[in-house]
């Protein structure tokens, strides 16, 4: 039996995901500051991935897509 070695992994991510990253936390810096609140829970019916933003009294209900919009500063 014989086993094929695991790709290595780099000393640190590369700098396009630390710029993503540090985009997503002044996403939700801003969001904070606005009192925002952004949840994602699991649907136990579904089993999908449940993302809802409640501001200003409202609560909208997300698709993975628009969180990464919305984490991404567009």
Same mark, same amino acid.
């Given at each position: ?8 992994? *780099?000393?640190? *991510? *590369?700098?396009?995901? !630390? ?39 409202? =609560? =909208? =209900?997300?698709? *993975?897509?628009? !969180?990464? =919009?919305? !984490?991404?500063?567009?």
């Amino acid at each position: 039996m014989t086993f094929s070695s695991p790709a290595a992994l *780099p000393d640190a *991510p *590369p700098a396009e995901v !630390l710029a993503e990253l540090d985009a997503a936390a002044r996403a939700l810096d801003e969001l904070t500051a606005r009192a925002a609140e952004l949840t994602l829970a699991m649907d136990e019916q579904t089993r999908q991935v449940r993302i809802e933003l409640v501001e200003d009294g409202s =609560r =909208r =209900r997300l698709s *993975p897509t628009q !969180l990464f =919009r919305l !984490l991404a500063g567009a």
